[in-house]
Nanobody, 122 residues
Framework: QVQLVESGGGLVQAGGSLRLSCVAS????????MGWFRQAPGKEREFVAF?????YYADSVKGRFTISRDNAKNMVYLQMNSLKPKDTAVYYC??????????????????WGQGTQVTVSS
């Protein structure tokens, strides 16, 4: 399994942007598909974005968020634009070797980061 560490969260006004980063340990990063999830206070953790050879997004972020990866750097990113207060949550990156695309169920992910807080003020 890989170890994952997120960064880049913070406080931003509605309409602003943030870029989350996630660095993975190990030499096998390129063999994993990666996902971003988020959990708002009092809510279940939900799928946000997925990347393997292509990208896939939750409807709630489509057109505003972009997931990307740099296998040479063992990094995955989540560029978040046009942020809304309802995007406020702890954001997690996760890694999976489950075959198929997209993988949107958190149960299919074996490795998780510790999370980074994103707060969007109105």
């Amino acid at each position: 399994q890989v170890q994952l560490v997120e960064s880049g969260g913070g406080l931003v006004q509605a309409g602003g942007s943030l870029r989350l980063s996630c660095v993975a340990s190990g030499r096998t990063f390129s063999t994993y598909a990666m996902g971003w999830f988020r959990q708002a206070p009092g809510k279940e953790r939900e799928f946000v974005a997925f990347i393997r050879w292509s990208e896939y997004y939750a409807d709630s972020v489509k057109g505003r968020f972009t997931i990307s990866r740099d296998n040479a750097k063992n990094m995955v990113y989540l560029q978040m634009n046009s942020l809304k207060p309802k995007d406020t949550a702890v954001y997690y990156c996760a890694a999976t070797r489950v075959v198929g695309s997209p993988v949107t169920s958190q149960r299919e992910y074996a490795s998780w980061g510790q999370g980074t807080q994103v707060t969007v003020s109105s």
